[in-house]
T-cell receptor, first 110, second 117 residues
């Protein structure tokens, strides 16, 4: 079992729809959870982080964390073609160890 | 604020040759990471430094890869000898670190694309 698993893609949604990206992790000592976006040929860049159970909203993006279920998700509302990218889930443990998932590729069709 | 700098951006070598990559993190960032990213996969952590101490190098192939972070600032990653399967993008990232939470946010450099022939 991988330490961080993301739903296999690719994921395709029409413009204006909600895109839902999911991530599960195995280490119960995990304390910080990040979503990064990576455009083709570019480096990852941070979208948002969350470390408390519940929802955290930032513009069109909402991160959800459920530590009991070891699950973190990212919702993208009103998806735009510019959101087409690979989304990486990253988890940091309380020992400071960082692990990335393999990413989910999202395509938003006009 | 200057971002994470990496060089070279591209490198082509033949198998069994050696290669070195350089990274200069964001000023003041305590934690520095080296990742290997193979096409279609997520970044795989090779080594993580906090200041000039190693936090995690469990996935570093120590028979051929080495890394150092002198004086807790910039870092070099070396591969000697290279194999075909080392062809990948090598990403360097830094984070403020030390306090958990948002201080674990990683800022990535542009990466070095290595091709081993």
């Amino acid at each position: 079992q991988k330490e961080v698993e993301q739903n296999s893609g690719p994921l395709s949604v029409p413009e204006g729809a909600i895109a839902s990206l999911n991530c599960t992790y195995s280490d119960r000592g995990s304390q910080s959870f990040f979503w990064y976006r990576q455009y083709s040929g570019k480096s990852p860049e941070l979208i948002m982080f969350i470390y408390s159970n519940g929802d955290k909203e930032d513009g069109r993006f909402t991160a959800q964390l459920n530590k009991a279920s070891q699950y973190v998700s990212l919702l993208i509302r009103d998806s735009q073609p510019s959101d087409s990218a690979t989304y990486l889930c990253a988890v940091t443990t309380n020992a400071g160890k960082s692990t990335f998932g393999d990413g989910t590729t999202l395509t938003v069709k006009p | 604020e200057a971002g994470v700098a990496q060089s070279p951006r591209y490198k082509i070598i033949e198998k069994r040759q050696s290669v070195a990559f350089w990274c200069n993190p964001i000023s003041g960032h305590a934690t520095l990471y080296w990742y290997q990213q193979i096409l279609g996969q997520g970044p795989k952590l090779l080594i993580q430094f906090q200041n000039n101490g190693v936090v995690d190098d469990s996935q570093l192939p120590k028979d051929r890869f080495s890394a150092e972070r002198l004086k807790g600032v910039d870092s070099t990653l070396k591969i000697q000898p290279a194999k075909l399967e080392d062809s990948a993008v090598y990403l360097c990232a830094s984070s403020p670190g030390l306090a958990g939470g948002s201080t674990d946010t990683q800022y990535f450099g542009p990466g070095t694309r290595l091709t081993v022939l």
